[in-house]
């Protein structure tokens, strides 16, 4: 019968996470490029987030300009006493009702006009009287996020005669097979990462990935081809939101079919660095208007997409305790078994910090 190494003793745990990490980088590219991080303690894992408040809606309805009363998407960002801005005219408002501004027109001799529905209502300042008193002041709590950690098990097994027999290359058909398992595991794991929808019935729970999480930046290019100026609008709605705030760092992921439609942007844009490949993938570097970043390639990603994350606000992150491990069950009738398991869930900061771009021809 074939050996078994040490760390297949019956009940002893073997940590196989850096073997993950090195089994195929090009066909795990995000693990590879988060690694893992702490371990969590609970299999809920929450968060909290500061968020200011907005200082920007939309009209949601039309008015000519003698109206008083302007409809919006969200009337959270106004106060009495805002003087706001849409066109060239600004207007105070006086009353905030839901989502209804009452407002006069025309404030310091700007010129009022028509609001058409969709126009930008965007918040200026607060009207300052010499000698008046405070504000009443307003909080906004912090906002609790959360995921779920998910399990990833796989079994390995191998009959009496296979682990007798002398296979062609293979010194140890367990471990070869352990191997396997543990490519297998360590896609499935970047695949809930990316596609992950967040569900839990009592006993089965699995966690957002990337692409759910994204909400506020999602651009549809509708079948039309990839652009810079796509990705551009991309980077300005996070760089808009206060993505750019922070220490941030970026890098734009895409599938094999949009890398080539990079690639054949304009070559004053993008920057081949052959030596950036640590992450194991071709690494190219994109300059837009916010700046210089990294391409990677990742096929897991569907093809009609790209996603632009921020590297310093996601991380995976293991259930303490259950970092993937190998634990050798023994022989169990003409066959040896073990198990490896892990479990993991997405941290994700500020999801308007990252972006989205599907639909892309």
């Not at 801005?85 to 009702?97: C, F, H, P």
């Amino acid at each position: 019968m074939s050996k078994i190494l040490s760390g297949e003793l019956i009940g002893k745990k073997e940590s196989v996470v850096d073997q993950l990490l090195l089994l195929n980088p090009h066909q795990t590219p995000l693990l590879a490029m988060l690694g893992f991080g702490n371990s969590v303690t609970q299999v809920e894992h929450n968060w909290f987030e500061d968020e200011m408040f907005a200082d920007e809606s939309t009209a949601t309805a039309a008015a000519d300009a003698i109206a008083t009363t302007i409809s919006v998407a969200k009337g959270e960002a106004f106060r009495a006493g805002h003087v706001v801005k849409i066109g060239e005219e600004l207007l105070k408002v006086t009353a905030v009702s839901g989502n209804d501004l009452t407002v006069t027109r025309g404030y310091a001799n700007t010129t009022a006009g028509a609001v058409e529905s969709g126009a930008k209502v965007e918040v200026q300042f607060v009207e300052g009287a010499e000698g008046s008193d405070a504000r009443e002041g307003r909080y906004k709590p912090r906002v609790r996020k959360s995921n779920i950690t998910q399990i990833f098990d796989e079994t390995v097994e191998i009959s009496g005669t296979a682990a007798a027999v002398n296979s062609y290359g293979i010194d140890d058909m367990y471990e070869y097979e352990k191997q396997k398992k543990q490519l297998e595991l360590a896609l499935q794991l970047e695949k809930a990462l990316i596609n992950g929808i967040k569900y839990e019935n009592g006993v089965v729970r699995q966690m957002d990935g990337l692409r759910n999480l994204i909400k506020s930046n999602v651009f549809d290019l509708a079948g039309a081809d990839l652009t810079i100026d796509a990705i551009g609008d991309a980077f300005q709605a996070i760089y808009s939101k206060g993505g750019f705030k922070n220490g941030q760092s970026y890098e734009i992921i895409v599938p094999a079919k949009q890398k080539r439609v990079v690639s054949k942007f304009d070559k004053d844009l993008v920057r081949v660095n052959q030596g950036e490949n640590t992450r194991g993938t071709v690494v190219n570097f994109l300059t837009t208007d916010f700046g210089e970043f990294p391409v990677s390639i990742n096929d897991n990603l569907a093809a009609d997409e790209v996603l632009i994350v921020d590297k310093n606000r996601a991380t995976i992150r293991p259930l303490q305790s259950r970092e993937f491990s190998h634990e050798y069950l023994g022989k169990k009738g003409d066959y040896l078994q073990g198990m490896i398991v892990g479990e993991y869930t997405l941290e994700f900061f500020q999801e308007a910090a990252h972006a989205r771009i599907k639909g892309a021809k």
